[in-house]
């Protein structure tokens, strides 16, 4: 059987260094024992290049004596994005999805095939205000989401429909999957999702996650699916 592999990138590193670029009056006023470099992706819409070279020339006009600036030809700010967004492949064929990105950013593969079946990655429980919550592990800085409503809790959780690999029939029946989904699409399904992703080895914060999602397509058709987690990232699938 073909295979047709898509990816993910997720570039949340270039955000971050991008966000770490400190504006033209911070920079002349930071001490001269501290060393800066400056990163720049020459593409980045948010801050053009020019704005570095501004920022060294600033550097070199306060006769700051240790500062680098490095411009990286051809890259700049992309959103996490499919890689390729549109895929075509015959149908009883299969599409892998994994997420090769250096951050452990979590990504999913979602198909929504009937609106009323859309879920968030986080939801809202009742459950009974005597309820404890105790953090794990002991001492970690986490502290449960709880606003008491008519003599219960409501909490916010984690939903196992979005984290795990589940789906949910023609008839309303939902069954959440082990993890690393291999999923045969029939055609008669209203929601399809892979779970979170992981970069291979990076899934420890996360337990029970996966690192690939499989479809296999038995129907000809269009399938679009996204990201529960950034909606903004979305593909197709065209089954011919
Ligand atoms: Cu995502």
Redesign the pocket.
Known sequence: MATCNTT?I?PILWRALSNMTPNLSIIGNVSKSTGILILNGENDSQTPVQQAFLLQQRLTDVNHPDHSLITYPNLGHVL?AFVPQQVQVSVGHSVTWDNPSSVA????VTFVLNNKTMTAPDVPFAVRSSTQFMPLPPGANSQPNMMPENGMNIVIVSNARGYFPAWKDSTGNAKVLGPNGNFTMTGNEQYVNSGW?LPKGQQQQYPGSSNTFTVSFQKAGTYNYF????PW?AGVVTVK
Do not use: K, Q
């Open positions: 993910v997720c996490a950013e979590p990504h999913t992703l990201c529960d987690i950034h990232m």
